[in-house]
């Protein structure tokens, strides 16, 4: 994985993923834990993920 990166709305927090990409997949770790490795998906359901996250599919 290359180009990680953790959301802006982070701030200065240590508390929370980070996500990579590499050809079809996307990488996704734990800030405080990178030595753990990673968990890798398909671009395309990453981005099923995000919209439904989007959509409040997952709020209470």
């Not at 996500?19 to 996704?28: E, K, L, S």
């Not at 671009?43 to 989007?54: C, E, N, T």
Request: hydrophobic content about 35%; glycine content about 10%.
């Amino acid at each position: 994985m290359e180009n990680w990166r953790k959301s802006s709305y982070s701030g200065t927090q240590s508390n929370c993923v980070e996500v990579g990409r590499a050809c079809d997949r996307v990488g996704i770790r734990d800030t405080r834990n990178r030595e753990a490795g990673h968990l890798a998906v398909p671009v395309s359901r990453f981005l099923d993920f995000i919209g439904a996250v989007k959509d409040g599919a997952f709020e209470r």
